[in-house]
């Protein structure tokens, strides 16, 4: 299993001790979750912050934008040096350009469903996704219940993928702990998103070593 531990649960008055933990931890990617408080009521933190975290950071970059038009933030996001962008479906008028516009760009490009979101909406662009990423919770906030339902979406996601020979990963982001990251496990995601259960830890190294082994 491939982690990617995020930000938002981080201290943020200490942001150097914590990208110091992600850089000694077995972490795959760091998850940054980036808010406009349009898309979301909430804002996280913007791009002067994240040139900071990107420069300390030596592990891939996994950005979640979680704003209204998304492809207007392509190159900011790039010049991070981020390895995926994910844009929501629902922020996206013209999906198959900003996906374009993210390959362009030098970067994977994930999709993100919200909730009530279908699978099915991404059929026609699956091929030419490297990531889905797929919300066990509302987007805007850490620390929320997990969504049981996104079990059967994780499975159809798999299905939808295997049928069209798309090796997009599936990525799931919300309510992830070491009981539901097992569910979705064998349920067939490729990467887990966990706030809460690793900076909330009193041992993130092991809380993200539990994740690796599921
Ligand atoms: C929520 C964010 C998540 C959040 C997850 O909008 O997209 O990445 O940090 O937090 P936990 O793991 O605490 O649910
Ligand atoms: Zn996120």
Redesign the pocket.
């Known amino acids: 299993m491939k982690v990617s531990p ?1 930000l ?2 981080a201290d943020f008055l200490h942001l150097d001790r914590e990208i110091e933990m992600i850089n000694s931890s077995e972490a795959d990617f760091l ?1 940054l ?1 980036v808010m406009d408080g349009v898309f ?1 009521p909430n804002i996280s933190f913007g791009f002067p912050v994240l040139k900071g975290v990107a420069r300390e950071c030596r592990v891939p970059l996994d950005v ?1 934008m ?1 704003t209204v038009s998304p492809e207007k933030w392509i190159s900011h996001v790039r010049d991070l040096g981020a390895t995926i962008m994910n844009v929501h479906q629902e922020a996206c008028l013209h999906l198959y350009s900003t996906v374009q516009h993210i390959h362009e760009a030098g970067m994977l490009a994930g999709v993100t469903l919200n909730p009530a979101t279908p699978v099915s909406t991404l059929s026609d662009i699956i091929a030419d996704l490297d990531l889905v990423l797929i ?1 066990s ?1 509302e ?6 219940p997990f969504i049981p339902h996104t079990i059967d979406k994780v499975k159809a996601l798999k299905q939808l993928c295997l049928a069209s020979g798309s090796k997009a990963m599936i990525e799931v ?4 702990n070491e009981k539901t990251g097992a569910l979705l496990a064998s349920a067939g995601a490729d990467v887990l ?5 690793v900076f909330g830890s009193k041992t993130p190294h092991e809380a993200i070593l539990s994740l690796k082994n599921l």
Do not use: C, I, K, T
Request: hydrophobic share 40%; charged share 10%.
């Open positions: 995020s938002l649960a998850h979750d979301v979640h979680m919300m919770v987007p805007g906030f850490g620390g929320q982001d919300g309510g992830v998103v966990a706030g809460s259960y």
